[in-house]
């Protein structure tokens, strides 16, 4: 049971949110604004937007930085506004106001429409023209290849292998040029809508004309149908009113090609399911502006405003209007903009994956939604393999980057209006995957907005998502990782205000983990929130993740099942553990039972099984393509298709077995493969590599030797496969290289070497001091190994031991997640193997035993020499690997790290010292007496890491402690304790 007195400061509430709140939260958790280190570690990947990148530096500031899109995006006027935020974000000098001037009379046509129409074709012709410029520096081959590649990547299907050289070809695109051009042509739709929407034109108008090159088709004010042959042929289509109807995709971009459509009519029927509204390396342009009728559109993949090396603009109004499309459409955009404007009462808009506020690589995807009752649903077709509900989503203020080949891209979604209607699942309302940002905002009253997992503000690897929602009533309901979860350097925020919400998560929420950071504020009253690990962190070996919550109004009630009473009211502070914190301003009030309805989420529009079957089907034969290649793609092939199945759950597995049945000439190969760019891959080559062992151990150490940045950090961090004569020389070389991710790396290589935690990743020392126990007795099998070993670690001994290809097959067929600790099967067919070997793995254990314990004191040496090192991270490494060793004469220099200018050292300082126990207590002790309330909080937290039962005497004495914060940490961190226990 959680008691208020235990884990609360006794203080006196303020009466107001004060305007750094999140910082002085943080502050309660021993780190500063400046000390939390967001991004990717590895560097700024190519193709990263600048605007992300000041996010990035400012984990507390960035929420309001990031909510002024939202706001720009609200107030935006028209298509040409709204380019105008688009292109704030993707260009260093934003498209600016220029217009088109209209021109002389067209034939017959009145002044006014003769005019707008010759504006149009001037905008047109311009923006073809900056088209030209923005494609010129690519040759006709790459911008076909990069048109077909990206688009197979933004669609529903099988997985296949990216490359590196596609974002390097993809750089050369001038995105800038291209959105010049859709600001032009934006700017000319807005003006031609505007002057015309009043214009009556008498008499018979021609149809089809031509104006300097660009072909026009007119329709007067009555009713008319446009078919598809009509539409591609024209540059510009006008329509001045009626009832109409289109039979093909209107504004469908082709290379190279402007298409605008600016249609005045009252009802209009958009009969297609091609690319309507989209730009693919072009611009395509609908303006759908009369509100008088409602507008009902269709339209499929790449569609109803939706760019890719292009601009997609799509405005729509009307009562009742609705728009249904596939994947990448309703505001999508990569290496460009998809913009979606709809305004009216009671729209209806669906899409299947990846839209309505998406944005990819060097694209921003912007909706922007206006009217009541609005009915918004999004990714809720394709099945997600992590469970059977899920539906892969990337909807509703999405952004996504290809993890370490490039950096991500903005999506944003707007939605203002009473009682609207949002429903997504995975990835989804203000979320950011990799180097993004998505942003979802929300204005109104009486709102139900729904998603499965990873949204409402969630930053996923070194992204941000924000979420924001102002209005009153909103029911916001999410099972799971979010609101406010930031995860690996991420982060992810939520911010609402207004009175009477309902928010309920089930878990993760307002949480950091792997060094993330979340950050929930709620402002309001009569608010009522069941989020469970509300206002919780974690640390790891990536640092720690902080969660920060700040509650501020009257009569707001906070779920926190662990109460000792029904309810209480809720202190100033509440601290969750360490590195999580609840802050309080006004009289909100905590309840163990707060009953919220849990989400409902509709069954999928799609079958599981039927896309299951359709990627086995791809996978056998894509596996057999591969098996008739030459090494070294034959093996390239494998790899990729170990780590990318789909929704097969059976082909990873027959890949990994014939990447384990290699000769010595193929495996050799092996670390050829290695890019660091390529993250699941690389995860798995460390597995064969320590199934390979000796081996490999030439050609990967003369790899990472000739290499250099990210790609040689990779090749050092695979060195911890490899037996120790091999690996712990050049992993030490590593650890004096002048790249500090390198140093990262090599810290890290020699801690999975010379470890002693006997269930990690990779065959440390103590994992081989256990297996060897085992070997040295007559049955093997009656003293199996300690723990859970992971597979690579299993791979690892049976090469030492000399055992023959099946059996790490056999071991390996057993094993249903390379990666994770192995269950009893595993370990069991693991065991017999060591049985059948038993020769070998007393021989060969024995061998690297001394080896690996002659070489320790160096390897020691150089992680103390570490523990100076002047990055940072390389330093929070070297201390995790120096507390590896678990070697109690490290107490002295861990204790002496509670004052390092860096929170990522400090934790992984705590740690260590409490991973010593009772051997460390004398180092503790010292710190816990120190003058500096700060060094005594860090103690309390370095004790409730500490099995030694003095460290309980430790937190107990600090919890009698002077300083407020002193006694905060140590409640917090005493209850952390026994929740581990």
């Known amino acids: 049971m959680l008691t208020v007195a235990a884990a609360a400061v006794a203080a006196a509430a303020f009466a107001r949110e004060p305007a750094d709140s999140f910082a002085r939260a943080l502050g309660r958790l021993r780190a500063e604004p400046a000390e939390v280190v967001l991004g990717p570690r590895s560097g700024r ?7 992300v990148d ?18 720009a995006a609200r107030a935006a006027e028209g298509l040409r506004g709204l380019v105008g935020v688009a292109s704030s974000l993707l260009t260093a000098s934003p498209a600016g106001p220029e217009e088109v001037a209209g021109g002389a009379p067209v034939l017959d046509l009145p002044d006014a429409v003769a005019g707008e129409v010759r504006r149009l074709c001037a905008a047109a012709r311009r923006a073809e023209a900056l088209l030209a410029q923005a494609a010129a520096p690519l040759d006709e081959a790459e911008r076909r290849a990069l048109e077909a590649r990206f688009a197979a990547q933004l669609v529903d299907g099988p997985p296949e292998p990216l490359d590196a050289r596609l974002f390097a070809a993809a750089a050369r695109f001038e995105v800038g040029r291209l959105v010049e051009g859709a600001a032009l042509v934006a700017a000319a739709a807005d003006a031609a809508a505007g002057a015309l929407g009043g214009v009556a034109a008498a008499g018979t108008l021609p149809r089809s004309f031509t104006i300097d090159g660009a072909t026009v088709t007119l329709g007067g004010p009555g009713d008319d149908v446009y078919s598809a042959e009509e539409l591609a042929a024209s540059t510009v289509v006008l329509d001045l009113g009626g009832d109409n109807r289109y039979l093909g995709p209107p504004a469908a971009a082709g290379p190279g090609q402007v298409r605008l459509v600016v249609d005045l009519g009252r009802e209009v029927a958009l009969e297609s399911d091609g690319p309507a509204a989209s730009g693919r390396f072009g611009i395509g342009l609908l303006h759908l502006g009369n509100p008088s009728g409602a507008k009902r559109l269709r339209g499929g993949r790449f569609s109803l405003g939706a760019g890719l090396f292009g601009a997609g603009l799509l405005l729509v109004r009307g009562d009742g209007s609705s728009l249904e499309s ?14 979606l404007a709809a305004e009216g009462r009671s729209l209806v ?11 990819y690589t060097r694209g921003v995807g912007l909706l922007r939604v206006r009217g009541p009752r609005a009915t918004l649903d999004c990714g809720r077709v394709y099945a997600d393999p992590r469970e059977p509900e899920a539906a892969l989503s990337f909807c509703q203020g999405a952004a996504q980057g290809p993890r370490e080949f490039a950096g991500g891209g903005i999506g944003l979604a707007v939605v203002d209006g009473d009682e609207a209607r949002v429903d997504s699942s995975y990835f989804a309302q203000g979320v950011g995957y990799w180097h993004s940002l998505g942003g979802f905002f929300l204005d109104g009253g009486g709102a139900r907005v729904q998603a499965r997992r990873y949204g409402k503000g969630a930053g996923v690897h070194a992204a941000l998502g ?15 990782v979010g609101p406010a979860f930031g995860w690996d350097r991420g982060a992810g925020a939520a911010l609402v205000r207004g009175d009477r919400h309902t928010i309920r998560s089930d878990w993760a929420s307002g949480k950091g983990d792997l060094g993330g950071l979340g950050l929930l504020r709620v402002e309001g009253t009569e608010n009522r929130l069941r989020l469970g690990e509300l206002g919780t962190g974690t640390v790891t070996r990536s640092g720690p993740g902080y969660g920060v919550a700040v509650v501020s109004g009257a009569a707001n009630a906070v779920w926190v099942p662990g109460l000792s009473s029904a309810t209480a009211a809720a202190p100033p502070t509440l601290l969750t553990g360490p590195w999580g914190v609840t802050q309080t301003y006004g009289d909100a009030v905590l309840h163990r039972e707060l009953e919220i309805d849990e989400p409902r989420f509709p069954a999928l529009d799609g079958g599981f099984a039927e896309r299951a079957a359709r990627d086995q089907d791809h996978n056998a034969l894509r596996l057999a393509d591969a098996d008739r290649l030459a090494a070294p793609e034959r093996l390239a092939r494998w790899l990729f298709s170990a780590t990318e199945g789909g929704l097969d759950d059976r082909m990873p597995g027959q890949a990994l077995l014939r990447l384990l049945a290699l000769t010595d000439a193929e ?21 064969l590599l320590a199934a390979y062992g000796r081996r490999v151990s030439e050609a990967l150490i003369a790899r990472a030797r000739s290499a250099r940045g990210p790609l040689r950090a990779a090749l050092v961090g695979l060195l911890a496969a490899l037996p120790a004569r091999e690996a712990a020389r050049a992993a030490r070389s590593a650890a004096s290289d002048a790249d500090p991710r390198v140093r990262r790396e090599a810290f890290a290589a020699l801690a999975a070497l010379f470890g002693s935690a006997r269930d990690g990743e990779y065959a440390d020392l103590g994992f081989l001091e256990a297996v060897s126990a085992a070997c040295a007795k007559d049955d093997a099998a009656a003293a199996p190994p300690v723990g859970q070993p ?32 192995a ?45 100076r090192d002047g990055d940072p991270g390389a330093r929070a490494s070297a201390v995790r690997a120096l507390a590896a060793l678990k070697r109690p004469g490290d107490a002295e220099r861990f204790a002496s790290l509670w004052n390092d200018p860096s929170n990522e050292v400090r934790e992984a300082a705590a740690a260590a010292l409490g991973g010593l126990g009772a051997s460390a207590t004398r180092a503790l002790t010292g710190v816990a007496a120190s003058p500096e309330p700060r060094a005594r909080a860090w103690a309390a937290v370095a004790a409730s890491h500490s099995s030694d039962p003095a460290a309980a005497g430790l937190l107990a004495a600090a919890s009698d402690d002077p300083s407020e914060d002193v006694r905060a940490t140590a409640s917090s961190a005493s209850a952390a304790r026994s929740r581990s226990k």
Not at 45 to 51: E, M, T
Not at 326 to 339: K, L
């Open 466 to 480: 924000l979420f924001e929602a102002s209005g009153g009533r909103h029911r916001l309901l999410q099972w799971g």
């Open 54 to 71: 000041s996010l990035l530096a400012d984990p507390v500031g960035w929420p309001e930085r990031a909510g002024e899109l939202g706001r």
């Open 326 to 339: 596939r994947d990448f459409s309703q505001g999508a955009g990569a290496f460009g903009v998809g913009i």
């Open 349 to 359: 808009l669906s899409a299947a994956l990846r839209g309505q506020g998406f944005g």
């Open 790 to 821: 992971r597979l690579a670690a299993m791979l690892s001994v049976l090469s030492l031991a000399g055992a023959h290809p099946e059996a790490r097959q056999r071991v390996a067929s057993q094993a249903p997640d390379p990666f994770g600790p």
């Open 667 to 687: 495996a050799a190969l092996l670390p050829r493969l290695a890019a660091p760019e390529r993250i699941g891959e690389l995860a798995l080559l460390r597995v």
């Open 45 to 51: 990947p190519p193709l990263a937007l600048p605007f």
């Open 823 to 867: 269950p009893a099967r595993t370990v069991g067919a693991f065991v017999d193997a060591l049985s059948a070997h038993a020769g070998g793995c007393r021989d060969g254990l024995g061998r690297e035993l001394r080896l690996r314990r002659s070489l320790l004191p160096s390897a020691a040496r150089r992680l103390l020499e570490g523990s």
